[in-house]
């Protein structure tokens, strides 16, 4: 089976059935040798070996906003997901009785910057998903005069749902709210652009789907945003020339950058940048292709097993991840049970998760299918 990433790009598939990426993701290997040579200059020339990775950074930026469809100037590095996150929750200017939607089933990322604003007066609002999830027609019922901002992740972290991003945006924007995502558990495996989907904030991270390092993230605000947000943690690099030091009254830069305050993470930036590179060489519509593939073929392979699928599958909403459990077993004990086997998943009470990418092939899945196979 020929799949989209190269499997002789990923170390990891010498000695692991690694199918963990909505947990970690691994690095390419032309991602790990720019990752040594950045380490190797460090050591060796400190500053000197630093710098040239320093100057790629509006580069690395044009890189990421290319990726979603954006420019530059819209796009800065961050930490992670939730950096992103609070950068648009203390950046808008809040009125008592403004109201957020999210759902109760989001990841703390996406639901802890946006639940610290019910103490400056906004109504946060978690929106029941365990009998009916944000759909559009969900969203133009729960949506109020009040609403000035949605957010949703991409895909759930939990059990792989998609949610229409498009549709859910066009209602948000019709209610006058902004529409925000967390793209964490989807960018890198499916395909995305952020003008036409209508984004108004998108944030991320390297560390899963993106096969970068942890510690890494981005932030994309469209530009006729970013000029109404206010800045909520200012550093000495948002400054419109950050080389002025003593000049404390300058403006801040004029552009998406000014979030990142202090110095940013070049090593994870330019892990970032080779992933991208290694990913748009696949194809991000052929990788999202693969990996529903591939846990469709896990799904048919459970059902055949007895197995309890938790995930929502169907057309739009199936990603690269899903959840089951095996009636009468503990998930806990069955996944370490199959991680002793090399194989490597994630495993709660609530079920095992499985999130293959584009250079896992069938093998992988029958594999796994095998040994779950043994347990029932």
């Not at 993230?217 to 419109?240: D, T």
């Not at 080779?274 to 459970?302: F, K, Y």
Request: aromatic residues 8%.
């Amino acid at each position: 089976m020929q799949t989209p990433l190269a499997r002789s790009e990923f170390a990891v598939t010498e000695n692991l059935t690694y199918l963990n990426h909505a947990a970690v993701g691994v690095l390419p290997k032309r991602t790990r040798e720019a990752v040594d040579a950045f380490v190797a200059g460090h050591a060796e020339r400190g500053v000197m070996g630093v710098w040239p990775i320093e100057a790629q950074m509006p580069a690395f930026r044009e890189r990421i906003g290319r990726f979603i469809g954006a420019s530059g100037s819209e796009i800065a590095v961050l930490r992670n997901t939730g950096d992103g996150a609070n950068a648009i929750a203390l950046g808008i200017d809040w009125r008592d009785g403004d109201e957020i939607l999210l759902g109760d089933n989001e990841f703390p990322s996406n639901a802890i910057p946006w639940l610290a604003l019910r103490a400056r007066g906004v109504n946060v609002r978690l929106l029941p998903t365990a009998n009916e999830r944000i759909t559009p027609d969900r969203l133009r019922r729960e949506m109020t005069p009040h609403t000035r901002l949605v957010s949703v992740s991409w895909v759930s972290f939990a059990d792989g749902y998609r949610h229409d991003l498009g549709a859910l945006a066009e209602i948000a924007h019709a209610g006058d709210a902004l529409f925000c995502v967390d793209a964490i558990q989807g960018l890198g495996a499916f395909p995305l652009d952020v003008r036409e989907l209508g984004i108004d904030a998108l944030y991320g991270s390297g560390a899963k789907w993106m096969l970068a390092l942890q510690g890494v993230g981005f932030l994309y605000i469209r530009s006729s945003l970013l000029e109404r947000l206010q800045l909520g943690v200012p550093g000495w690099r948002s400054m419109a020339d950050m080389w002025d030091f003593f000049n404390y009254d300058q403006p801040y830069i004029n552009d998406a950058s000014r979030f990142e305050g202090g110095t940013p993470n070049f090593l994870g930036a330019l892990s970032l940048e080779r992933s991208i590179d290694a990913i748009e060489e696949a194809g991000t519509a052929r990788i999202g292709a693969h990996v529903v593939a591939l846990t469709d073929r896990l799904c048919e392979g459970l059902r055949g097993l007895g197995a309890t699928i938790h995930s929502l599958r169907g057309p739009g909403i199936s990603s690269g991840i899903v959840t089951f459990s095996i009636p009468g077993r503990d998930s806990v004990e069955l996944g370490k049970t199959i991680q002793r086997e090399g194989i490597i998943t994630t495993w709660r009470a609530s079920g095992i998760r499985v999130a293959p990418h584009g250079y896992n092939d069938e093998s992988d899945i029958d594999r796994l299918l095998a040994e779950v196979r043994k347990a029932v």
